[in-house]
């Protein structure tokens, strides 16, 4: 096991102790995603050069430029930045929660609500918009079951991830039928739904998605950080420490919650951000801890450069972005599964 | 960080004839415990036989015990073809894979020391879906025997995989069966991303993912059945020294086991009835699991009367939700690995609320 780490000394803003490393961690990674959604923005049948971008994007464009940029390629980059934000946030959070490193929301259940939830209105033929909300539906009701499922005179971690996987296995099975269930074509729209993807979003996507993140993100990073890291000693001493445990658990989990539901209706279950974001977060930042801000940051930069990847990895061809982020999730599960058996953690 | 080996869970240790100190005066004893054992094991043939008689029975057209025999026997009688053609095959390839994944749960239980081990859960079957899938979307194969042989090569890689995650220093229950989801959540992905590729392949692997038995032709059982055979009767040789195992490996190698020998069989078994099995019908999830914890409570620990038991039992378990699943959804039908899905969830549920404490 490795050697206790010294940690400097952090200044205490509003409750949340600020690392100076943590903070320029953050700041690093929101440039990245910056610039990778200025890349994004620049790119197609269109192209534009950066300096290009930044000046339509801050108002100072011809108008066929002001109408490709923000009606049809800023909407897209505002959903990667959110989506991967979002699922950070609710992986970091979760991670914490039940102390293992792969207690990810996609792992526990919560996803698979939501594509239940979006699945049954595909296969009723619904639109998109109730697709959305859908999504968020299935998502909110399988959190609250999976609550109270693993609620016993308290909640615990082992018990939330035993249940959550259950949950998991019903809810691939349902989902399985309802593919089944529809025709081709909606199984192929359900199929493209369910692995992620971020074509032609527009405003009207990203909205509930901007609220909730703008609401949720303050409470959680400002009014859990904290707590949050004295749980990770042990419950009996984040007690004597005066925090209110099952309190604020409820309240992480109905944030992280819904969250994870409302990037799910933006963009569908992107997989793999919100397990790999928080662990490359821990890993710049060196700080023990949920290291929450920076899990966020880092989340927004891994999706706006998947999707960036997603869209000119193969010439003339768009992959959805949750084949990226499958395909480099996995690479670095298997790798992370190794490394925790390496030091006994599994 | 230091090893400290952790004791064997209670519920996998065995208590063998040469652990025992006064054999004599345990005899009667004993001789109660086999009864109680031979009579489970007739249990679970008898039920075996009940559901085999409802699985050719049942179904969009009903047919009584009597039109199933004359239509097993009788090749002029009216329900020959109905039997022959539909229900047989059928519920020969249910037997077949509910056996190998009943066994294939026992075997992994106790290869990992783990009561949440399941080839479902561990993601062993979605490796065999993995490697379908890539056969399917790449090189368009589509028949079982074609299948097979990646099935299988996907199932292996896993059980390696699992294997290494989990056995040996003994996971905890919660954290390999977290393991087991993320394996499983990545392999679903490649799964989805395949089947978004290639709209032929999304056509047929939309209704295999979901494990069904409802694809069976005559010929199917037939061609797994070389497979399941030589995985059965791999972990009957098993049986006596995964018992040994249990008491962790020092004792184990002193009762003349040999441990390292032991894994690899015991992981050539799973990859055996695991890919054969999900090969002819799909991932199912839950038979492997349920299964044996039934079968522990009924005839205890040792391997030599369980896997015989699972093997009887697993495919009442998928035969009764296939039939479950023809009654329920009629004129249509529900797949069996929905229906394991859907009612061995909630026992998983329950199984983790009673038993697993904080």
Not at chain 2, 281 to 294: A, D, K, Q, Y
């Amino acid at each position: 096991m490795s050697a206790p780490q010294p940690i400097a000394p952090g200044r205490v803003v509003a409750g949340v102790a600020l690392r100076p490393r943590a903070v320029a961690v953050g700041a690093g990674c929101l440039l990245l995603a910056t610039a990778f959604g200025v890349l994004a923005i620049g790119g197609g049948d269109y192209p534009m050069s950066p300096s290009d971008v930044v000046r339509t994007v801050l108002g100072g464009g011809a108008p066929a430029e002001d109408f490709i940029v923000h009606e049809l390629r800023l909407p897209r980059v505002v959903t990667a930045l959110l989506v991967g934000a979002a699922l950070a946030l609710a992986g970091a959070v979760f991670q914490s929660l039940v102390r293992n490193p792969l207690g990810s929301p996609d792992l526990l259940g919560f996803t698979q609500g939501s594509a239940t939830g979006a699945l049954l209105v595909v296969v009723t033929g619904g639109s998109s918009a109730a697709l959305a909300g859908g999504a968020v539906l299935g998502g909110v009701v399988t959190g609250i079951v999976i609550y109270a499922l693993a609620w016993r005179g308290g909640l615990h971690g082992h018990r939330l991830v035993l249940v959550g996987i259950g949950v998991t296995a019903i809810l691939t099975g349902v989902n399985g039928y309802l593919l089944t269930r529809g025709r081709l074509m909606e199984a192929a729209r359900a199929m493209l739904w369910l692995t992620g993807s971020l074509d032609g979003r527009g405003w009207e996507d990203v909205l509930p998605l901007l609220v909730a993140t703008a609401v949720l993100a303050p409470v959680v990073l400002l009014g859990c950080a904290r707590p949050l890291a004295m749980t990770e000693m042990g419950d009996d001493l984040a007690r004597g420490l005066g925090v209110r445990v099952q309190g604020m658990r409820l309240v992480l989990v109905g944030s992280a919650v819904l969250l994870t539901s409302l990037a799910a209706a933006a963009a569908g279950p992107v997989s793999f951000v919100a397990l790999t974001a928080p662990h490359l977060a821990r890993r710049m930042t060196g700080a023990p801890g949920p290291n929450l801000l920076a899990a966020t940051c880092t989340g927004a930069a891994l999706l706006t450069g998947a999707d960036l990847a997603a869209q000119r990895l193969f010439a003339g061809h768009q992959l959805p972005v949750g084949v990226v982020t499958g395909v480099l999730g996995g690479g670095y599960l298997v790798w992370l599964l190794a490394a925790q058996r390496k030091a006994g953690r599994i | 960080m230091k090893f400290v080996p952790r004791p064997p869970p209670e519920q996998f240790v065995v208590v063998t004839e040469s652990s025992q100190i006064s054999g004599a005066t345990r005899a009667p004893e004993k001789r109660a415990e086999n009864g109680r054992r031979a009579a489970a094991l007739l249990g679970s043939a008898i039920a075996l036989a009940a559901v085999l008689v409802l699985s050719l029975g049942l179904g969009a057209r009903q047919l009584s015990v009597v039109e199933v025999w004359h239509g097993l026997v009788d090749a002029d009688s009216a329900a020959y073809t109905v039997v022959h053609e539909m229900r047989l095959p059928r519920t020969l390839l249910g037997l077949l894979a509910g056996a190998a994944l009943g066994v294939a749960g026992g075997v992994m239980q106790a290869l990992t020391r783990n009561p949440l081990a399941d080839p479902g859960l561990l993601g062993i079957n979605a490796g065999a879906s993995a490697a379908v899938a890539t056969a399917a979307g790449l090189l368009g194969v589509a028949s079982f025997q074609g299948r097979v042989w990646f099935a299988l090569a996907g199932a292996a890689a896993v059980s390696v995989l699992v294997y290494a995650v989990g056995g040996g220093r003994a996971a905890t229950p919660a954290r390999l069966a977290l393991a087991g989801a993320a394996i499983n959540a990545a392999l679903y992905s490649y799964v989805n991303g395949t089947m978004l590729l290639d709209s032929a392949a999304l056509e047929t692997m939309r209704f295999w993912t979901v494990g069904s038995l409802a694809s069976a032709q005559g010929a199917t059982a037939a061609m797994m059945a070389p497979f399941i055979a030589a995985g059965l009767l791999l972990a009957l040789a098993l049986a006596r020294p995964l018992n040994a195992l249990a008491l962790g490996d020092d004792s184990a190698r002193s009762l003349g086991a040999h441990p390292a020998r032991v894994r690899v069989g015991a992981i050539v078994t799973v990859t055996l009835l695991c890919g054969a099995a999900t090969a002819a019908c799909g991932p199912i999830v839950f038979v492997g699991l349920m299964v044996p914890h039934l079968v522990r409570a009924l005839t205890g620990p040792d391997q030599r009367w369980m896997l015989p038991c699972c093997a009887l039992l697993a495919p009442v378990l998928l035969l009764g939700a296939d039939v479950l699943g023809r009654l329920v959804a009629r004129p249509g039908e529900l797949q069996a690995g929905i229906v394991t899905a859907v009612l061995g969830g909630p026992l998983f549920l329950y199984f983790v609320r009673r038993k697993v404490r904080a």
